[in-house]
Antibody, heavy 121, light 106 residues
C-alpha cells in the first residue's frame, strides 16, 4: 500500500526556516517524480514544488528562491527546505505522488495527510 | 492558467444528479483531473485526462470536456459523496487548481 507521511511542520516566526520531510513507502520511490502542495483556508490548493527522478526541480513563483525541494532515494524521503518564511506561507503542506512515472507534470494519485506550517510572530 | 469552478457550493439530496463545471483561462486540451476531499483527509483522484475514471472510483462519477470547459458529473448521489471537489490542470507550469466546490446535503 502506498503511504506518504509528512513531518516537520511547526510554528515559526516570519523570516525563519523549516524543513519538511515526506516518508514514502509501498512503491518504487526513485522512479516517480514527487510534488509538494499546500492548502490554505480561503485560498484552496496551491502547487508549491516538484522534483523529477533525476533531481530536476520546479517551483511556484511565490516560493522560488526561498524553498528548495530535494529527495533521498536511498531513504525513500522527500524534503522541502523552506527559508525566509512569510505569513502567506502558512498552510498544510502535503507531498503527492504522480500517477505516471514519466513526468512530474501530471495528476497525483496519492497524497499525504499533510503537516501544518504556521508563520506568525 | 486560472481554473474557475462553478458553483462554489451546492446543496443536493441523496439520489440526485449533480454537475460541477471547471473553466480554464486558456486551452488545456484534456490535461485536467478531478479530486474529492473530505474534511481532515487527503484529496482523492477521481478522474484524470478529463474523462478517465481512476481505478476503484465508482462509475457514478464521470468527467467530460476539453479545451477550456470541463464537467464532473455524479449520478445518484450517495451519502459518502458529500465533500469538496477540485479540478486541476497539468497542461502548463505551474500546475493550478480550481477554488473548489463544496457539495452539501440538502
Amino acid at each position: 500500500e502506498v503511504q506518504l507521511l509528512e513531518s516537520g511542520g511547526a510554528l515559526v516566526q516570519p523570516g525563519g526556516s523549516l524543513r519538511l520531510s515526506c516518508a514514502a513507502s509501498g512503491f518504487a520511490f526513485s522512479t516517480f517524480p514527487m510534488n509538494w502542495v499546500r492548502q490554505v483556508p480561503g485560498r484552496g490548493l496551491e502547487w508549491v514544488s516538484a522534483i523529477g527522478t533525476s533531481g530536476t526541480t520546479y517551483y511556484a513563483d511565490s516560493v522560488r528562491g526561498r524553498f528548495t525541494v530535494s529527495r533521498d532515494n536511498s531513504d525513500n524521503t522527500l524534503y522541502l527546505q523552506m527559508t525566509t518564511l512569510r505569513a502567506e506561507d502558512t498552510g498544510v503542506y502535503s507531498c503527492a505522488k504522480v500517477a505516471e512515472a514519466g513526468t512530474w507534470r501530471t495528476w497525483f494519485d496519492r497524497w499525504g495527510q499533510g503537516t501544518q506550517v504556521t508563520v506568525s510572530s | 492558467i486560472q481554473l474557475t469552478q462553478s458553483p462554489s457550493s451546492l446543496s443536493a439530496s441523496v439520489g440526485d444528479r449533480v454537475t460541477i463545471t471547471c473553466r480554464a483561462s486558456q486551452g488545456i486540451s484534456r490535461f485536467l483531473a478531478w479530486y474529492q476531499q473530505k474534511p481532515g483527509k487527503a484529496p482523492k483522484l477521481l478522474i484524470y485526462a478529463a474523462s478517465s475514471l481512476q481505478s476503484g472510483v465508482p462509475s457514478r462519477f464521470s468527467g467530460s470536456g476539453s479545451g477550456t470547459e470541463f464537467t464532473l458529473t455524479i449520478t445518484s448521489l450517495q451519502p459518502e459523496d458529500f465533500a469538496t471537489y477540485y479540478c486541476q490542470q497539468v497542461h502548463s507550469n505551474p500546475i493550478t487548481f480550481g477554488q473548489g466546490t463544496r457539495l452539501e446535503i440538502k
